[in-house]
């Protein structure tokens, strides 16, 4: 590789990190972001123990956290900063994997750049870089894997195939769903030259992929989805949701349906790219791309737990291929008006990708809240609260938010909030009297309660559990926080007791 390539790479991240260090701390902490910092925070011992539990699904992140946060402190920026490093880092690995993946030279560096410019201005990308979770680093790792099994196939040395299943160990403890890239890498390499017993073997490895993705299934279950909880879909739609959140980070009728014709059309362009490549590299994205969409589909068709962050493993083929329709072989029959097209749609990329990040309400640079707003609801929470108040939040796992959030906003002891489990996935069997004398209990010598519940959790609540309307309307005071993709709700409630407390003195705020 040319010494320009390698300055044109340095400079290719060094420009994604300074996209996503953009407004990095705008946003506040969300549910998932306050339970990483929460994982974060446990003993070591727990820690490094999760690294063997099979039910842990991304320990090795933790653990980094951990040591991060010891160097680095707890601040949003703080925690989201590792996630905006492995963003940055990963665009020009993504290049590398298109280098890798182009027919001829005179195609490679327009692929390059092009894999460079979608990696680098994905909004998709972007909103996991900007986030205190795994799926950053889940997209490096996973661009590394891609890379290396293309250079392990093109060239066929020992060498690179150790480099690229060592990496995998390390990925499998990052996130467990990277087990299904390792098994796509294992039939890549058993094809890759003429072996013995080789259908057997890979008939072998794809039972073991079902059998994770039953296991996954498993321990989902189905009614996360089916209450709300989770999105559902089944494998069509996930199909389409995949399409339209790996283009624009969207749902469908958040953006004009028109932003998405220059993805289709480059997607489309990609798909006859992939096979103009040598025999060897159109197999790899085959099975790097589709042996995990498929398998994740399997496990649509039981839970119908639908994420797009889930299938992060195979965004890299994603922006590969997109990055093929850029480079038609060259003198066949039309493809002269194939390039023309091309680069229009590759334009058509870029355009509506700036102007999904600055769109109002959704956009991550729009200036506006696009996440949970759970600093604000619970900075107005602070404000009002007195020590002897009662504070209920739902669902429970909102506890590490209101933990981190009012250790930073007020000096004094903030009151260990309540809970009501029995509310949790809306939970219908739940009856009136039930209720009742639950929060008699709970709240029993308290004048006054405050409720802080998730968004979503809240309009699950009312359309399932019809105990939930003898709270709200309890509540004399609900206060709505607005954010583009939901709300935080929090309210005060009088609690009609025989006991009475004196109200003591706010608490007092951190200088």
């Known amino acids: 590789m040319r010494w320009s390539w390698s300055v044109f790479f340095i400079l290719s991240g060094l420009a994604a990190l300074v996209l996503r260090l953009y407004r990095l701390d705008a946003q506040s902490l969300w ?9 974060a925070m446990q003993p070591w011992s727990v820690l490094v123990l999760d690294l063997v539990r099979p039910n842990a699904a991304y320990p090795l992140y933790h653990l980094l956290l951990k040591a991060w946060m010891a160097v680095a402190g707890t601040s949003e920026w703080a925690l989201r900063l590792p996630s905006a490093l492995a963003g940055a880092l990963s665009v020009p690995l993504l290049a590398l994997a298109a280098r890798a993946a182009a027919p001829t030279d005179r195609r490679r560096a327009i692929v390059t750049v092009a894999a460079t410019l979608i990696g680098m201005w994905s909004p998709f990308a972007l909103w996991y870089a900007q986030e205190a979770k ?17 250079r392990a196939v093109q060239h066929d040395r020992p ?10 160990i ?13 098994l796509s890498a294992a039939l890549i390499w058993l094809f890759s030259r003429p072996r013995r017993y080789a259908w057997l073997i890979a008939a072998g490895l794809l039972l073991i992929g079902v059998g994770m993705i039953a296991a996954m299934a498993a321990g989902i279950g189905s009614d996360r989805a089916t209450s709300g909880a989770s999105i559902a879909a089944d494998p069509l739609r996930a199909l389409w949701l995949t399409f339209t959140r790996f283009s624009l980070d969207r749902w469908p009728g958040d953006v004009p349906w028109v932003w998405f014709v220059p993805w289709l059309v480059l997607m489309v362009l990609g798909l006859i790219g992939v096979r103009t490549v040598s025999h060897r590299t159109a197999p790899v994205l085959g099975i790097m791309g589709g042996v995990p969409l498929l398998l994740f ?3 649509l068709v039981f839970t119908r737990l639908y994420e797009a962050r889930y299938l992060m493993i195979i965004f890299p083929v994603w922006v590969v291929m997109l990055a093929l329709g850029l480079a038609p072989q060259r003198g066949g029959s039309g493809w002269r008006l194939a390039t023309v097209i091309g680069s229009l749609a590759l334009s058509g990329v870029l355009i509506t990708g700036g102007l999904s990040l600055f769109q109002p309400r959704f956009g991550l640079f729009s200036g506006d809240p696009v996440k949970e707003q759970y600093r604000e609801a619970i900075t107005e929470l602070a404000r009002r609260l007195h020590p002897d108040d009662a504070v209920v939040v739902h669902p429970g796992y909102l506890r590490p938010l209101y933990d981190y959030y009012m250790a930073r906003l007020s000096a004094d002891p903030a009151p260990s909030p309540l809970t009501f489990a029995n509310f949790w996935m809306g939970e219908t069997s739940y009856s009136q009297r039930d209720w009742d004398a639950e929060r008699r209990v709970a709240l029993a010598g308290y004048t006054r309660s405050f409720l802080v519940i998730a968004p979503t959790m809240l309009a699950l609540l009312i359309r399932r559990c019809p105990a939930m309307s003898t709270v709200l309307s309890a509540i004399s005071g609900l206060l709505a926080v607005n954010s583009g993709h939901g ?25």
């Open 159 to 168: 060498a690179d195939w150790g480099w690229l299943f060592g990496l995998a």
């Open 31 to 39: 549910l998932d972001e306050g339970n990483s910092w929460a994982m």
């Open 487 to 511: 709300r935080v709700g929090f309210g005060v409630f009088k609690v009609y007791t025989s006991s009475v407390r004196k109200r003591r003195k706010p608490t007092s705020p951190v200088r």
């Open 170 to 182: 390390v990925a499998f403890f990052i996130h467990r769903l990277t087990a299904l890239l390792t």
């Open 134 to 150: 795994v799926y950053a680093l889940v997209l490096l790792i996973s661009a590394a894997m891609l890379w290396l099994t293309l």
């Open 297 to 299: 589909s399997l496990q």
